[in-house]
Antibody, heavy 120, light 107 residues
Framework: QVQLVESGGGVVQPGRSLRLSCAAS????????MHWVRQAPGKGLEWVAL????????YYADSVKGRFTISRDNSKNTLYLQMNSLRADDTAVYYC?????????????WGQGTMVTVSS | EIVMTQSPATLSVSPGERATLSCRAS??????LAWYQQKPGQAPRLLIY???TRATGIPARFSGSGSGTEFTLTISSLQSEDFAVYYC?????????FGQGTELEIK
């Protein structure tokens, strides 16, 4: 079945780095734009980053621009989020999400999320 | 950045009754609006896209309406599994933005 599975979360000190992965299965990963969305504890959803299906373009929220890098390996059906210079306000559950497609950019498939805690 | 504002923050409704949730955009997003449902400890689930089109597998009791800056999600007869937090999201322009959510609770 169509599935996204995140991994790589954990507890990290402020200023350090972490890389998240999102493994896709059940669909042709290389055909879809992919996003990262995060949710701080008890808060709402915040869009983080987008990468187009072919990896040629990326977009970022202002809050992470210059610190986070989204990438993908279509040969491995995997999406990544490299997070550098982490801050306490980056603490959140991070979800990867697939775009519905067909000219509709809503997110139809979500992973279960991976928790990132930035704390000394 | 387009600001999405949802109201009310919390809505108390009895099972079997109708629930109406609102979402307002700070500028027009055309019909590029989605609604998501999120239950505790779970990822969001897409309910509605294009302001009014139900996603695959979504029951007919969920309906969306509106365009431009004013949108509504209606749940016609609440079931126990519908009590959750609902988010609207615009995907008309970067950055894509979400509303702060409406918590639908059992009255």
């Amino acid at each position: 079945q169509v599935q996204l599975v995140e991994s790589g979360g954990g507890v990290v000190q402020p200023g350090r780095s972490l890389r998240l992965s999102c493994a896709a299965s059940g669909f042709t990963f290389s055909n879809y734009d992919m996003h990262w969305v995060r949710q701080a504890p008890g808060k709402g959803l915040e869009w983080v980053a987008l990468i187009l299906f072919d990896g040629r373009s990326e977009y970022y929220a202002d809050s992470v621009k210059g610190r986070f890098t989204i990438s993908r390996d279509n040969s491995k059906n995997t999406l990544y989020l490299q997070m550098n210079s982490l801050r306490a306000d980056d603490t959140a559950v991070y979800y990867c999400a697939r775009v519905l497609g067909g000219g509709v950019w809503a997110f139809d498939i979500w992973g279960q999320g991976t928790m990132v805690t930035v704390s000394s | 950045e387009i600001v999405m504002t949802q109201s009310p923050a919390t809505l108390s409704v009895s099972p079997g009754e109708r629930a109406t949730l609102s979402c307002r955009a700070s500028q027009s997003v055309s019909s590029n609006l989605a609604w998501y449902q999120q239950k505790p400890g779970q990822a969001p689930r897409l309910l509605i896209y294009g302001a009014s089109t139900r996603a695959t597998g979504i029951p007919a009791r969920f309906s969306g309406s509106g365009s431009g800056t004013e949108f509504t999600l209606t749940i016609s007869s609440l079931q126990s599994e519908d009590f959750a937090v609902y988010y609207c999201q615009q995907y008309n322009s970067w950055p894509y933005t979400f509303g702060q959510g409406t918590e639908l609770e059992i009255k």
